[in-house]
């Protein structure tokens, strides 16, 4: 192995999660989950002590947050992946190495996407690591290892047909045109089950507008259930299923994703 191999080699051991979230995402996550425990205690216990006890939701919370928003950007990265694909397989077509293709379709993606944009910051570590001497194939195998799914994929089929050759270049535009179908077939099935998404949110929502609409209507209405210990031990039963109702339906509407 080059030396200029085993020192991107060395660099990616120490890169970051291309999903990781930012110190923004994070400090939002904890603010959200602070606020639902801030509700729960209100209308299962009206004590402000409930808060300790319902602190560990905090922990669940945010760790089913920081999955949420790490698929997000992980079906963002893939979509314009697909974007990036549909460029290499037209510059591929018109005769550009593979090197080329990749560093004339940055331009394109910068237009569409931006400059901020997750894979236009890959597309420049690729650019920085040619400059550097490292092989296409270490840095697509590289990018693949770091950002899982279709990309991975794409990155192993490309670094073993790089090494069979023969007719490696229809290989890679096969794979390009089935992945680039594999995610657009996900997207469709993410907008399908939007409104059952949507749908669920709102009943998780209609059980509080109602208990505040029947508190403000009907002053005193569920007074007999707080400040007794069977009001407690009723409330935290309600408690427990309206949490289990919630992972019923997250587990409806939700897309595995690998590697996430």
């Not at 018109?94 to 931006?114: P, T, V």
Request: glycine fraction near 6%.
């Amino acid at each position: 192995m080059q030396e200029s191999e085993k020192k991107h080699h060395r660099e990616n051991k120490k890169e970051t999660d291309p999903y990781e979230l930012i110190l923004k995402e994070k400090f939002l996550c904890i603010l959200e989950g602070g606020l639902i425990i801030t509700v729960f205690s209100y209308f299962f216990y009206r004590n402000i002590l409930s808060v300790i006890f319902l602190s560990p939701i905090l922990y669940f919370y945010y760790e089913e947050k920081e999955k949420k928003i790490r698929s997000k950007k992980k079906q963002k990265m893939e979509m314009e992946f697909k974007d990036l694909l549909c460029y290499v397989r037209a510059n591929l077509q018109a005769g550009y190495a593979m090197e080329n293709c990749f560093l004339e379709s940055k331009k394109d993606l910068i237009r569409i996407h931006g400059e901020d944009s997750a894979m236009v910051k890959e597309l420049e570590k690729l650019e920085a690591g040619l400059k550097n001497g490292v092989t296409i194939e270490n840095l697509i195998y590289h990018l693949g290892k770091r950002s899982g799914g279709e990309i991975r994929e794409f990155s192993f089929i490309y670094t073993a047909a790089s090494k069979m050759g023969g007719r490696w270049q229809e290989v890679i535009s096969n794979t390009v045109e089935i992945i680039t179908r594999k995610i657009e077939l996900k997207e469709e099935i993410k907008l399908l089950i939007y409104e059952k998404e949507l749908e669920h949110k709102i009943m998780c929502v209609i059980p509080f507008v109602i208990m505040l609409y029947m508190d403000l209507s009907s002053g005193g209405y569920f007074n007999s259930l707080y400040g007794n210990p069977f009001g407690v031990i009723v409330m935290t039963i309600a408690l427990f299923v309206y949490i289990f109702a919630y992972k019923i339906g997250e587990r409806i509407t939700a897309i595995e994703d690998e590697n996430v």
